[in-house]
């Protein structure tokens, strides 16, 4: 009878142990391993992009979240309440909850967010008063990140 409760007692720790998380070492890459691209801290890419559209690049950041891991939907760390919503490229990486709270470098595209408001005298859009459009934009999330490849940093 002791014997049975021992050996119930082991596999119910090894089962326990077996649970656990393990940590994600440093330089574990996802997707492409990114270029040798001097990456930029996530708190400038804004400045360095000026008024471009969109900017090939590679960005350090801290993840805040991990949205979706199917896919690899995660927001980076932008500086001053702002993030970065970034997602992988290739659909078929799966990006693990762990890595919250860990600084990466991502190479891939950033792009701005468009608004409705943003240059609608362009478009013909001149109409005053009541029928105006009113976008109410996000202040805080006003860039994506299309990720080719990420590496753990720290």
């Given at each position: 009878?002791?014997?049975?409760?021992?050996?119930?007692?082991?596999?119910?720790?090894?089962?326990?142990?077996?649970?656990?998380?393990?940590?994600?070492?440093?330089?574990?890459?996802?997707?492409?391993?990114?270029?040798?691209?001097?990456?930029?801290?996530?708190?400038?890419?804004?400045?360095?992009?000026?008024k471009k559209?969109?900017?090939?690049?590679?960005?350090?950041?801290?993840?805040?979240?991990?949205?979706?891991?199917?896919?690899?939907?995660?927001?980076?760390?932008?500086?001053?309440?702002?993030?970065?919503?970034?997602?992988?490229?290739?659909y078929?990486?799966?990006?693990?909850?762990?890595?919250?709270?860990?600084?990466?470098?991502?190479?891939?595209?950033?792009?701005?967010?468009?608004?409705?408001?943003?240059?609608?005298?362009?478009?013909?859009?001149?109409?005053?008063?009541?029928?105006?459009?009113?976008?109410?934009?996000?202040?805080?999330?006003?860039?994506?990140?299309?990720?080719?490849?990420?590496?753990?940093?720290?």
């Amino acid at each position: 009878m002791k014997r049975l409760i021992f050996v119930v007692f082991v596999f119910c720790g090894i089962n326990c142990f077996a649970q656990k998380h393990t940590p994600l070492p440093h330089g574990m890459v996802f997707g492409n391993k990114p270029n040798d691209i001097a990456p930029v801290p996530a708190t400038k890419i804004e400045a360095l992009m000026g008024k471009k559209i969109r900017q090939s690049t590679a960005v350090v950041g801290k993840i805040i979240t991990v949205t979706k891991e199917q896919g690899g939907w995660f927001e980076i760390d932008a500086g001053n309440g702002k993030m970065i919503a970034a997602h992988f490229k290739n659909y078929n990486i799966k990006l693990p909850e762990a890595i919250e709270g860990r600084t990466v470098i991502v190479e891939g595209v950033a792009q701005r967010i468009l608004t409705a408001d943003d240059l609608q005298h362009f478009a013909g859009d001149t109409v005053t008063g009541t029928k105006q459009h009113h976008e109410k934009v996000n202040p805080k999330a006003r860039l994506t990140f299309e990720v080719w490849g990420l590496v753990v940093d720290k």
